[in-house]
Each structure stands twice: as structure tokens, then as C-alpha cells.
């Protein structure tokens, strides 16, 4: 499998707009934009840096998964995400070594990229996007 790089960090967020005002106002970062992803019950805001992203990610529905992890966990870090080559090649790779996925196949995420999670149990924790532009 063939990671270029960290694709974006996913953050959870109550309000996008307290939390961007946290990254335009006092770190002085340049939003990239803001989307909706009906699919995933989110509003999400960009903020680019060189070969990475901030996503921040607001719950658009409170039986979404953002509103779940919030009340769950908290706001803070939701996923980490790698810029993948193949995606359809790296899914079928960790199928073969028999990692549990959450996706078998891959979806179409914020600005149209092609997605898959990895399921947090098989990352010590932690939630892990692939993701190919």
C-alpha cells in the first residue's frame, strides 16, 4: 500500500463558526472553503496548510456520526486521513491481511474525494480515513 501523505485532520466541533474564528482570528489561517456532505449528516470547514488540511466538522443531524462522537468523546481530533495512490488497491490490501474495515468499498466524501474508514479498533483507537484525489 502506497501512503503519499497526511490528507487532512478531522476535528469535531460543536459550532464551525466559534471554532473557525479560534483558526481565521488568533492563528491567522485562511479558510478554504466550507461544504455540507448530506451523506455524512456534516458541515465541514477547510483550512489548508502546504501538503495538509483542517477539516473542521460541525453535526448537521443529531443521530450523525459528528453528533455521536461529540456526545460520546467530546469535540477534538474524529480521524486522521491518508492520501492513498489507489484507494480500490489498499482496500482490497487490508481485506487480504484481514484489517476490519468500516468501508468495503469506496464513497465520495467532502470535495468529491474518494473515501474509506478503517475501523478505530483494528488503530488502536483511533479512526483512520484513506482517501485518493
Known amino acids: 500500500m502506497k501512503i503519499k501523505h497526511i490528507d ?3 476535528i469535531a ?16 489561517c485562511e479558510t478554504g472553503g466550507k461544504e455540507t456532505v448530506p451523506d455524512q449528516k456534516a458541515t465541514v470547514s477547510f ?7 483542517i477539516e473542521l466538522l460541525e453535526a448537521t443531524d443529531p443521530d ?6 461529540i456526545d460520546s ?7 486522521i ?17 484481514g484489517v476490519r474495515l468500516i468501508d468495503q468499498q469506496p464513497r465520495i466524501g467532502a470535495r468529491g474525494i474518494k473515501i474509506a474508514f478503517i475501523h478505530p479498533k483494528e488503530s488502536h483507537g483511533v479512526l483512520m480515513e484513506l482517501c485518493e484525489h
Do not use: M
Request: hydrophobic content about 35%.
Open 73 to 79: 468523546k467530546g469535540e477534538g481530533i474524529h480521524h
Open 13 to 28: 466541533v460543536k459550532s464551525l463558526e466559534k471554532a473557525s474564528e479560534f483558526y481565521t482570528k488568533f492563528l491567522g
Open 81 to 97: 486521513a491518508f492520501r492513498v495512490e489507489n484507494i480500490e488497491e489498499c482496500i482490497e490490501e487490508l481485506k487480504a491481511k
Open 8 to 10: 487532512h485532520i478531522g
Open 64 to 69: 450523525g456520526p459528528i453528533a455521536k462522537f
Open 47 to 53: 483550512f489548508p496548510f502546504k501538503d495538509t488540511t
